[in-house]
């Protein structure tokens, strides 16, 4: 939600084109494994005009069956690019398990191959996520040189909202709602008296009156108008 008539890019791009520049976020891609490659052009400009900080890439298992993700990684590491990789494993590409379309287990075995450091951790630990993403992004600005980090995890509901993931083995899908990483933190919380259960209870219900207002002021907010149908076009 935002001031800006229409939130973030007018309204214009959907919720799968978000370029926030005051955010950090550059830009989005639609296309699956898309944003590889444009990420990593982004970290080459962020390197040839000595830029600080570095590039995180976010993508699942299903971009990494991509070509663009073999083509990225090694030009990446070639060229020593600061890039994080990060690969949100949830075992699922659309309606294909991810064992039908790879073979091994972890994503992260992949960087061996092109002399890219990297680590698998437990998707579901919050605290767990938060270390290994710290440890990888210090060790980018540091070397200047790409990582690819792994995050081993399982979506819990489907590709899109209709979808009753009716193809999903139920067992599966069961131990791995037992691991959700929101009610595994805020167990973890409670247990150490940093967040009581009333408190969480008071949290959830602003952060529900928190999505319903972002709702609503996208619901009332007008469509663009025909007059900025040219605008805003870079290529």
């Known amino acids: 939600m935002t001031g800006r008539r229409g939130g973030y890019c007018k309204g214009k791009s959907g919720s799968l084109h978000i370029s926030v520049r005051e955010l950090g976020v550059v830009l989005t891609s639609t296309i699956v494994g898309g944003e590889m490659s444009l990420a990593t052009g982004v970290a080459l ?3 040839m005009l000595g830029r600080p900080g570095i590039v995180a890439c976010f993508f699942g298992d299903g971009a990494a ?9 090694n030009l990446a590491a070639v060229w020593e690019l600061p890039i994080l990789y990060v690969c ?4 699922w590409q659309a309606f ?8 091994g287990e972890h994503i992260a075995d992949r960087g061996a191959a092109y002399g890219i450091d990297s680590a698998t951790v437990d998707g579901n630990d919050v605290l ?6 710290l440890e990888a992004s210090a060790q980018v600005c540091g070397s200047g040189r790409p990582f690819l980090l792994e995050t081993w995890t399982c979506r819990s509901r489907g590709h899109f909202e209709p979808d009753d993931q009716a193809y999903v083995d139920p067992t599966e899908h069961s131990a791995w709602l037992a691991r959700d990483p929101i009610a595994r933190s805020r167990q973890r919380l ?3 008296g940093r967040l009581p259960h009333a408190d969480a209870a008071a949290l959830d219900q602003r952060l529900r009156q928190r999505i319903a207002t972002a709702l609503a002021f996208a619901e009332a907010s007008p469509f663009p108008t025909l007059d900025e149908l040219s605008t805003d076009v870079y290529a």
């Open 96 to 103: 294909v398990h991810r064992r039908e379309t790879m073979t």
């Open 190 to 192: 409670a247990d150490n």
């Open 88 to 91: 949100e494993n949830n075992q």
């Open 128 to 133: 767990a996520v938060q270390h290994a993403a």
């Open 65 to 73: 069956c991509e070509g663009v993700f073999h083509e990225s990684l």
């Open 45 to 47: 400009s962020q390197k």
